[in-house]
Nanobody, 123 residues
Framework: QLQLVESGGGLVQPGGSLRLSCRAS????????IGWFRQAPGKGREGVSC????????NYIDAVKGRFTISRENAKNTVYLQMNSLKPEDTGVYYC????????????????WGQGTQVTVSS
């Protein structure tokens, strides 16, 4: 059974950077599309970025385009989310999720989830 573990969250000042990691065990991430989602306090979970299984094409929501970069390192069975120029509105718990088909913004389309990592952007 595929298990995902996120890491790399923390407290950072506005304008700072973090790199989140999503490491898998019990399965191969290279065959899967991997999405990063976030959930701010009192809000629903939203898709932030996704990398497609077939050709590793990335996609992003408008709010993070030009600031976030998703990538995968198949040898380490890991997907990363590099977050630069962070803003207070980026604060939330970040989750990675996997599915065998193409990327989706719908949380119900993903069957495997990590436990989340907290990102707090504050001065």
């Amino acid at each position: 059974q595929l298990q995902l573990v996120e890491s790399g969250g923390g407290l950072v000042q506005p304008g700072g950077s973090l790199r989140l990691s999503c490491r898998a065990s019990g399965g191969t991430l290279s065959y899967r599309s991997i999405g990063w989602f976030r959930q701010a306090p009192g809000k629903g979970r939203e898709g932030v970025s996704c990398i497609i299984a077939t050709d590793s094409s990335p996609n992003y929501i408008d709010a993070v385009k030009g600031r976030f970069t998703i990538s995968r390192e198949n040898a380490k069975n890991t997907v990363y989310l590099q977050m630069n120029s962070l803003k207070p509105e980026d604060t939330g718990v970040y989750y990675c999720a996997a599915r065998l088909r193409v990327c989706s913004k719908d949380v119900t389309d993903f069957g495997s989830w990590g436990q989340g990592t907290q990102v707090t952007v504050s001065s």
